[in-house]
Nanobody
Framework: EVQLVESGGDSVQSGGSLRLSCEAS????????MAWFRQAPGKEREGVGF???????NYADSVKGRFTISQDNAKNRLYLQMNSLKPEDTAMYYC?????????????????WGQGTQVTVSS
């Protein structure tokens, strides 16, 4: 079992940047796939991007070229660098882990979740 704690959410203006962090503890075996999801009020949770054990990343079309996922295995941390933020990026952002591949942006595949961190982008 993996425990996940997100941090770094804040309120920023359109065009700004934020870096979210997710600290993981527990079994590293359970972290074949690490992903970021987000959920805006009244909307379904959507995948932002993932990184697999080998460091391969994939992103939703809506964030490609603006967001970057990275991980520091020595620190057991996952990061989401968000640049050129838009008001439509406003959401609660969640870190999630899946124990086995394939790594897909389907929320039902992920068994470990953090509590979320709020990102608000104003125009």
């Amino acid at each position: 079992e993996v425990q996940l704690v997100e941090s770094g959410g804040d309120s920023v203006q359109s065009g700004g940047s934020l870096r979210l962090s997710c600290e993981a503890s527990g079994s590293t075996y359970s972290r074949s796939c690490m992903a970021w999801f987000r959920q805006a009020p009244g909307k379904e949770r959507e995948g932002v991007g993932f990184i697999d054990r080998g460091g391969i990343t994939n992103y939703a079309d809506s964030v490609k070229g603006r967001f970057t996922i990275s991980q520091d295995n020595a620190k057991n941390r996952l990061y989401l660098q968000m640049n050129s933020l838009k008001p439509e990026d406003t959401a609660m952002y969640y870190c999630a882990a899946r124990s086995s591949p394939p790594c897909l942006l389907r929320s039902y595949l992920y068994t470990s979740w953090g509590q979320g961190t709020q990102v608000t982008v104003s125009s």
